[in-house]
């Protein structure tokens, strides 16, 4: 026999209203979940085989006799909202099947207690904190993104420069060297000229002057026999 709060199975189903015997199975599964200070969700299943219009669920505190019973049909809902709850108090639920036969016996009876207001605030607040750390850090990581793209596309712009400087650079060597060549051959040109003119002037001025001599010499020798005769 189970025992919950001081209130036995066989306690908790006298209290549910008899069923007829080809009523249908009672519902399964039957747990508690989103439980807060003042509210909570009760669900359950019920066989495949049985076709079930509606629900019925008996909701009490532990240690207490006076239920709180809550029934609806033409629904095929597996889930019910328990509201005007206490915070931090235990209740206990039984669920049942409604079919067009009747009702089915009670379910197995569930425990479950409601949090204190100020544990779900703080569980609360706890969240919000986690997920504006989790903003900030998403921010965070955002911005290095990029501080790390635009530090990538300076130093791109850096690299492309520069290998625009180089190449221009390199283009206006030949040329840079073709000018030096063609300077330094017009400048030596005029120095050989004038060494040549110069030579050839000189070399012209001894071989006039040798022939002058020459000549001299030749009158002279013209002259010889006619101061003899």
């Known amino acids: 026999m189970r025992q919950l709060g001081g209130l036995t199975t066989e306690d908790a189903q006298?209290?549910?209203p008899a069923c007829p015997t080809d009523s249908p199975s009672a519902p399964v599964n039957v747990t508690?979940?989103?439980l807060k200070a003042n509210s909570a969700v009760v669900s359950w299943d019920v066989l495949e085989d049985e076709v079930v219009i509606g629900f019925a669920i008996?909701?009490?505190?532990?240690?207490?006799?006076?239920?709180?019973?809550?029934q609806e049909v033409n629904t095929t809902t597996r889930s019910c909202a328990l509201w005007d709850l206490e915070e931090d108090t235990e209740y206990i639920v039984h669920v049942q099947a409604i079919s067009i036969q009747g009702q089915s016996p009670a379910s197995e009876p569930v425990l479950f207690k409601t949090p204190r207001e100020a544990e779900k605030m703080g569980s609360k607040n706890k969240d919000e904190v986690t997920m504006k750390e989790m903003g900030r850090n998403q921010q965070l990581r955002t911005g290095e993104v990029l501080i790390i793209v635009v530090v990538l596309f300076m130093w791109a712009g850096v690299i492309a420069l520069f290998c625009r400087q180089y190449d221009i650079i390199k283009d206006n060597e030949p040329n840079n060297n073709?000018?030096?060549t063609k300077s330094a051959s017009e400048t030596s040109t005029p120095e050989h000229q004038g060494g040549g003119l110069l030579r050839s002037k000189v070399l012209g001025t001894g071989r006039g002057s040798t022939a002058a001599g020459e000549e001299a010499q030749l009158a002279g020798v013209l002259l010889l026999p006619s101061v003899l005769v």
């Open 14 to 16: 006298a209290l549910v």
């Open 32 to 34: 508690v979940r989103h």
């Open 58 to 70: 008996s909701q009490q505190k532990k240690d207490v006799r006076m239920l709180r019973f809550i």
């Open 178 to 180: 073709k000018e030096k």
